[in-house]
């Protein structure tokens, strides 16, 4: 079992930066491919972010190209997620997701084996 815990929420100006971390625990997460999920209130859940096992894959979102940056360190067990020129559409809960499968595959409904429990991000002058 892998136990995934996000953390670096907040509240932000429009233009600004936060940094979240999702710390893994229980399992290892070398194993594992690292999604960065959000969802806003009345929308849909939108995958922005994906890194494989080793960090040398990363995906990202349209949305977000350019402005966020994923990371991992599996010696700490962590996987960040970097958000510069923050805007208020990117206003939602922030969840890391653990998964097996491929990066290719994590905006496919069911990628995720585990999750943690969301952080809110909320930017607003």
């Known amino acids: 079992q892998l136990q995934l815990v996000e953390s670096g929420g907040g509240l932000v100006q429009p233009g600004g930066s936060l940094r979240l971390s999702c710390a893994a625990s229980?399992?290892?997460?070398?194993?594992?491919?690292i999604g960065w999920f959000r969802q806003a209130p009345g929308k849909e859940r939108e995958g922005i972010s994906c890194?494989?096992?080793?960090?040398?894959?990363?995906n990202y979102a349209d949305s977000v190209e350019g402005r966020f940056t994923i990371s991992r360190d599996n010696a700490k067990s962590t996987v960040d997620l970097q958000m510069n020129s923050l805007r208020p559409e990117d206003t939602a809960v922030y969840y890391c997701?653990?998964?097996?499968?491929?990066?290719?595959?994590?905006?496919?409904?069911?990628?995720?084996?585990?999750w943690g429990q969301g952080t809110q991000v909320t930017v607003s002058s």
């Open positions: 229980g399992s290892s997460v070398d194993y594992h491919n």
């Open positions: 890194i494989g096992r080793r960090g040398g894959i990363t």
């Open positions: 997701a653990a998964d097996q499968s491929p990066c290719y595959d994590y905006l496919r409904a069911g990628w995720g084996d585990y």
